[in-house]
């Protein structure tokens, strides 16, 4: 299969522990997105990547939150200090990149399931 | 990006049509209409995009009015399979990059 994967699936964690995830994008996609979706509500942007450049931040991506994408390709999510708010659905998405037009199609993994105790 | 308003829940029964609507009517002339699901427990998934014409792919089909201020996702055929949260979402051009603005969607249940 040749989608977007997620590492770990579920991660329970005690607060206070620092938690790391991991995406591996489609390959040959130089964009790569995080969302962060809780119970009820759609997905919402965290940060975005163009190849290893860290392009974008939401203000949802608190200081306790690092990602990075070292060589353009897999990326990682580190929450440090976790707590219980942190607790949620984190998503991984990545596109090729385009240039004008209706703008890149997003495919999203299946997400890491974080629970924070 | 646009705001977009769509029902909370919809039912449908398998084998019929699911005709699933969204308002957009602060829609700018050059922003395309997207439409994801998302079904449980699973990473949303793209469905199909437009900007004025109807537009069909194989798995479903939308049409925009011709104000643009609203849109129908079709799905001809709901299967089981098609119970889902539906996002219909509201996108500029890519000037660089464009994230996905999510609202709560519509949950489609499909019935036997």
């Known amino acids: 299969d040749t989608g977007v994967s997620q590492d770990p699936r579920h991660k329970i964690t005690k607060r206070g522990q620092n938690v790391t995830f991991r995406c591996d994008p489609i390959?040959?996609?130089?964009?790569l997105y995080w969302y962060r979706q809780t119970l009820g509500q759609g997905p919402e942007f965290l940060t975005y990547?163009?190849?290893?450049?860290?392009?974008?931040k939401s203000r949802l991506l608190s200081d306790r939150f690092s990602a990075e994408r070292p060589k353009g390709s897999f990326s990682t999510l580190e929450i440090q200090r976790t707590e219980q708010g942190d607790s949620a659905m984190y998503l991984c998405?990545?596109?090729?990149?385009?240039?004008?037009?209706?703008?890149?199609?997003?495919?999203f993994g299946p997400g890491t399931r974080l629970t924070v105790l | 990006d646009a705001k977009t308003t769509q029902p909370p829940s919809m039912d449908c029964a398998e084998g019929r049509a699911a005709n699933l609507p969204c308002n957009h009517s602060?829609?700018?002339?050059?922003?395309?209409v997207y439409w994801y699901r998302q079904i449980h427990s699973q990473g949303p998934q793209y469905i199909i995009h437009g900007l004025k014409n109807n537009e069909t792919n194989e798995m479903a089909s939308l049409i925009i009015t011709e104000d643009r201020k609203s849109s129908t996702l079709i799905l001809p055929h709901a299967t089981l399979r098609d119970t889902a949260v539906y996002y219909c979402i509201v996108r500029a051009p890519d000037s660089g990059y464009s994230t996905l603005t999510f609202g709560k969607g519509t949950m489609l249940l499909v019935s036997p």
């Open positions: 998405a990545s596109s090729p990149r385009t240039s004008g037009g209706p703008g890149d199609t997003q495919y």
């Open positions: 602060t829609i700018s002339g050059n922003e395309y």
């Open positions: 390959s040959e996609h130089n964009r």
């Open positions: 990547f163009q190849n290893e450049a860290q392009l974008e």
